[in-house]
């Protein structure tokens, strides 16, 4: 074997998709912790605002309120993100399935071919030829 080139096993189509999947679970989780972190720092922004208004600041008040437009914009982003990604699951598991029914329906096909006149009749030509030998 050359040096460099590995023989990995291959994975099947299925064992590929589980872990594409687990990745795309594992992303999901991951925005969903991040979403709730914006929203502890929005609160707690929020809170900082009302604090600084009580104290007449309204230097500290603006920039508070500017961190609160930037984490709401941020927070929007990463729903936006969260929904493709939630998509992306989705195209992926229609693909998988329509790859299932494509592999059942080619095998009814055969099946049927084998089943009609034409093809039972070249089976059995084949199994004859078979015999003969």
């Keep these: 074997m050359?040096?460099?080139?590995?023989?990995?096993?291959?994975?099947?189509?299925?064992?590929?998709?589980?872990?594409?999947?687990?990745?795309?679970?594992?992303?999901q989780r991951q925005l969903t912790r991040d979403q709730q972190q914006l929203e502890?720092?929005?609160?707690?922004?929020?809170?900082?605002?009302?604090?600084?208004?009580?104290?007449g600041n309204k230097q500290l008040l603006n920039i508070l309120a500017k961190q609160l437009v930037a984490l709401r914009k941020q927070k929007?982003?990463?729903?936006v993100v969260n929904s493709k990604v939630t998509g992306i699951s989705h195209q992926m598991k229609v693909a998988q399935t329509t790859s299932t029914?494509?592999?059942?329906?080619?095998?009814?096909?055969?099946?049927?071919?084998?089943?009609?006149?034409?093809?039972?009749r070249m089976f059995m030509i084949g199994f004859g030829k078979y015999l003969k030998y």
Excluded: N
């Design 40 to 55: 502890r720092q929005e609160k707690q922004l929020e809170a900082e605002i009302k604090k600084a208004a009580k104290q």
């Design 101 to 120: 029914m494509a592999g059942a329906i080619g095998t009814s096909a055969r099946v049927r071919y084998l089943l009609s006149f034409e093809g039972l």
């Design 76 to 79: 929007t982003r990463s729903m």
């Design 2 to 27: 050359p040096l460099g080139k590995s023989k990995a096993p291959s994975l099947s189509t299925k064992d590929q998709m589980r872990g594409q999947q687990k990745a795309i679970r594992g992303a």
